[in-house]
């Protein structure tokens, strides 16, 4: 196993394991069930998007991709443009020599990057002076972009 599949593995199984200890622990002791769940949005609240299982599962998907764009700049020593999008990820681009992927796993062939709600992860690029931001984005439980539910890694 590749140590980005390792990563992404991780994230992914650190996620599971926050819901269910929250899930477990309010079911035992109901009368703590407020308090755990307070716990529970703290522990991911440097995290937009709220505080659900789909949500923890959209964020750590978020972080896969990101350490798949991560594993893409070390080898081609560029980020995937906008034209390429996160489809270099798991297809080598036209001309791209340098590229070793694929750089994450795919579950579902027919939509690779989808969110937990079934919409495509959104990949931009915007400059910023002399180089650029990146941002990895969801549109959340609502499928509205530009809302406070969205998910999004920026770097």
Not at 28 to 50: I, L
Not at 56 to 81: E, I, Y
Not at 139 to 150: C, E, F
């Amino acid at each position: 196993m590749s140590g980005k599949l390792r990563i992404v593995l991780s994230e992914t199984i650190a996620a599971i394991l926050i819901v269910a200890t929250v899930h477990s622990v309010s079911a035992q002791y109901p009368n703590t069930a407020n308090a755990n769940r307070a716990r529970y949005q703290r522990s991911v609240a440097g995290v937009s998007g709220g505080s659900n299982a789909r949500t923890v599962s959209g964020n750590a998907s978020l972080s896969g991709v990101r350490v798949g764009l991560s594993g893409f700049m070390a080898d081609m020593g560029r980020m995937p443009t906008s034209a390429e999008g996160l489809q270099a990820l798991i297809k080598r681009p036209p001309g791209a020599t340098n590229w070793r992927g694929p750089y994450i796993s795919v579950t579902n062939a027919k939509q690779p990057f989808a969110d937990p709600w079934g919409m495509q992860y959104r990949y931009t690029q915007t400059p910023a002076g002399s180089r650029f931001i990146y941002t990895i984005a969801s549109n959340g439980p609502d499928r509205m972009p530009g809302t406070r539910d969205d998910l999004q890694i920026q770097f």
